[in-house]
Nanobody
Framework: QVQLDESGGGLVQAGGSLRLSCAVSGRPFSYYVMGWFRQAPGKEREFVAAMRWSGSSKKYSDSVKGRFTISRDNAKNTVYLQMSSLTPEDTAVYYC????????????????????WGQGTQVTVSS
């Protein structure tokens, strides 16, 4: 019932920036949690960033905190991930996901808590 469409991936130099977009079908409810995850070859899918659609809270993984920013545009039904100071370790397929039934308290970082996923967009950071 929920459709997510990521875009904006590409090839960038280390130290550069990139902005990912995730278009969400319909109008998200304010209590939805929107998240970004990434998966590199041979590695588990890991949490990157997430926010409640209302904008009331945000959470970042330690590896990206201070470099990445998650945001959303209500009018466009779109969530963004602005990535700066990129390193080769950021190379991965980035996935947008939504948790339509979030628990109260801290935003979930477990991918099993998210019930809908986009197809992913490739981000490659060269040395």
């Amino acid at each position: 019932q929920v459709q997510l469409d990521e875009s904006g991936g590409g090839l960038v130099q280390a130290g550069g920036s990139l902005r990912l977009s995730c278009a969400v079908s319909g109008r998200p409810f304010s209590y939805y949690v929107m998240g970004w995850f990434r998966q590199a070859p041979g590695k588990e899918r890991e949490f990157v960033a997430a926010m409640r659609w209302s904008g009331s809270s945000k959470k970042y993984s330690d590896s990206v905190k201070g470099r990445f920013t998650i945001s959303r545009d209500n009018a466009k039904n779109t969530v963004y991930l602005q990535m700066s100071s990129l390193t080769p370790e950021d190379t991965a397929v980035y996935y947008c996901a939504t948790d339509r039934s979030p628990l109260q308290g801290p935003i979930a970082t477990n991918k099993l808590e998210y019930d809908y996923w986009g197809q992913g967009t490739q981000v490659t950071v060269s040395s």
